[in-house]
């Protein structure tokens, strides 16, 4: 299954909306996960089943979605929110990831 | 804490060898599936394979078939990684993640919820 996510990068002001969309090639119902990558660190989960907070994650970040076109929303950019945002399918193996998104300072 | 550690990685040739470890503590390592993802310079995140907590299922990404071989032991708390003929492209930071199984409502979701610092394997002569 691959995923494709959009756009690959963008910047954005502290207090932005953004909106990051990732779209699986095939019918996934709601097996999509969303993961935050900072250089030098390691992945950190977000959200799972497409719009469940994990444990510990800001409120700010939601997902949305089903079926094969997803969202993940950060309603307001914090200066610790610049990084790369991966989306990944966990509806068979092999599991996929997205290409990434890259949120960087405007 | 929860955590695992990667260790292992280094600099090899093409067609050499390498086993890399992670070793896990704050869980019952034992009851989980593990995985292994790596991120190729510039590139995103791949899964490269993964382990059932008795080791009874293994799965793997195509393009380490009958290269790379994943094993655990469960009384050491750790996962492994054998990779063999390694190639230019197999250069990565290599991260061991832990499979965890989510209930939401009546379907289970697979994520990974713990992972290491990576351990970098650098494949050129």
């Known amino acids: 299954i691959q995923m494709t996510q959009s756009p690959s990068s963008l910047s954005a002001s502290v207090g932005d909306r953004v909106t990051i969309t990732c779209r699986a090639s095939q019918y996934i119902s709601t097996y999509l996960n969303w993961y935050q990558k900072k250089p030098g660190k390691a992945p950190n989960l977000l959200i799972y089943a497409a719009s469940s907070l994990q444990g510990g994650v800001p409120f700010r970040f939601s997902g949305s979605g089903s079926g094969t076109d997803f969202t993940l929303t950060i309603s307001s950019l914090q200066p610790e929110d610049f990084a790369t945002y991966y989306c990944?399918?966990?509806?068979?193996?092999?599991?996929?990831f997205g290409q990434g998104t890259k949120v960087e300072i405007k | 804490e929860v955590q695992v550690v990667e260790s292992g990685g280094g600099l090899v040739k093409p067609g050499g060898s390498l086993r890399l470890s992670c070793v896990s503590s704050?869980?019952?390592?034992?009851?989980?599936?593990m995985g292994w993802v790596r991120q190729a310079p510039g590139k995103g995140l791949e899964w490269v394979s993964s382990?059932?907590?008795?080791?009874?299922?293994?799965d793997s990404a195509d393009s380490v078939k009958g290269r790379f071989t994943i094993s655990r032991d469960n009384a050491k708390n750790s996962l492994y990684l054998q990779m063999n003929s390694l190639r230019a492209e197999d250069t990565a930071i290599y991260y061991c993640a832990r499979e965890e199984r989510i209930s939401v409502g009546l379907n289970q979701y697979t994520v990974f919820d713990v992972w290491g610092q990576g351990t970098v394997v650098t494949v050129s002569s």
């Open positions: 704050g869980f019952i390592f034992s009851s989980y599936t």
């Open positions: 382990i059932t907590s008795n080791s009874r299922y293994i």
């Open positions: 990944q399918q966990s509806y068979r193996t092999p599991w996929t």
